[in-house]
């Protein structure tokens, strides 16, 4: 079990009787899920781990971005007052703005809610959720398309999928009002990147304020670098102390109570389960 300890077909070649693998985060970059299940081993992540430190980050970061707040306190680090910025002709308040959400987990949902406050209408796309789980939790659902065309910010939370990379592409940016800012605090992936370093250079939206990058750290020849209208961050949104110091008990309570014989809640791979290999291994450590 660890936090970004590689799992590989060769580490599990190295530890044939390996039958459990614990991330302690929701990412799973760095284990071979597929093999895993091949080979009959269980995967455990956490997730929602650090739902509320992203989800903080997130409105801090949309906040940061609108109001030039990095880019202000940057000019007086180097001994400028700076008053004028980009988008110094439409700075925004948050209050009535259209909030769109795409993605609507654990990181999701807290966005919302601690938007709440700030009363703005939340649009959200996500066909895994539950419609009226969000019109509960104040949101309403809307198509891609007419998230991206009616938000004035737009904020990803999606899961990373073999099907869904790149889902953010030229035409939806295309999609977005000039005054709307994009807000990436989940995955560089979701994204295709030129085509959004293009509408920034092109000045086709306000800003964006991103934490996830392609290649970390960032690509030094990256054109993000040579904008005034992009708030960059090392992707540090999930990294707090709460969310590091609870993750690894939340993960060691999970496989705890899956060996106790209950429900586990953060299964990756249950196909596993049916397994005969694996059954019989269970029945092992009951005798």
Not at 118 to 131: C, G, I, K, M
Request: with cysteine.
């Amino acid at each position: 079990m660890g936090l970004f300890v590689p799992v590989s077909s060769k580490v599990m070649d190295a530890m044939p009787e390996l039958r459990l693998v614990g991330v302690s985060r929701a990412g799973l970059e760095n284990v071979n899920v597929a093999e895993a299940t091949k080979r009959g081993i269980l995967v455990f992540n956490v997730m929602g781990r650090n739902a509320h430190a992203v989800s903080d980050f997130t409105v801090g970061m949309m906040l940061a971005e609108c109001r030039n707040i990095a880019r202000a306190h940057h000019a007086i680090k180097t001994g400028n007052w700076r008053k004028t910025f980009v988008n110094s002709d439409s700075i925004p308040e948050l209050g009535g703005k259209v909030i769109g959400l795409v993605g609507f987990g654990n990181i999701g949902s807290l966005v919302a809610k601690k938007l709440s406050g700030f009363e703005v209408t939340v649009l959200v796309y996500d066909p895994y959720a539950n419609p009226e789980d969000i019109k509960a939790a104040g949101g309403e659902p809307a198509g891609l398309e007419e998230l991206f065309s009616t938000s004035d910010f737009v904020s990803i939370h999606a899961r990373l999928t073999d099907a869904n990379k790149k889902m953010i592409n030229a035409h939806l940016l295309g999609l977005m009002k000039p005054t709307a800012y994009f807000i990436n605090t989940g995955r560089a992936g979701l994204v295709d990147q030129d085509a959004l370093a293009a509408a920034l250079q092109e000045k086709r939206i306000m800003g964006a304020a991103l934490d996830v990058f392609t290649t970390e750290p960032i690509d030094p020849n990256s054109p993000f670098l040579t904008l005034d209208n992009v708030t960059l961050t090392t992707h540090l949104a999930g990294t707090t102390s709460d969310a590091l110091n609870n993750s690894p008990f939340l993960l060691a309570a999970d496989v705890a109570r899956f060996l106790g014989g209950e429900k586990a809640r953060y299964i990756v791979n249950p196909e596993v389960l049916e397994q005969a290999d694996f059954k019989a291994w269970l029945q092992t450590l009951k005798a």
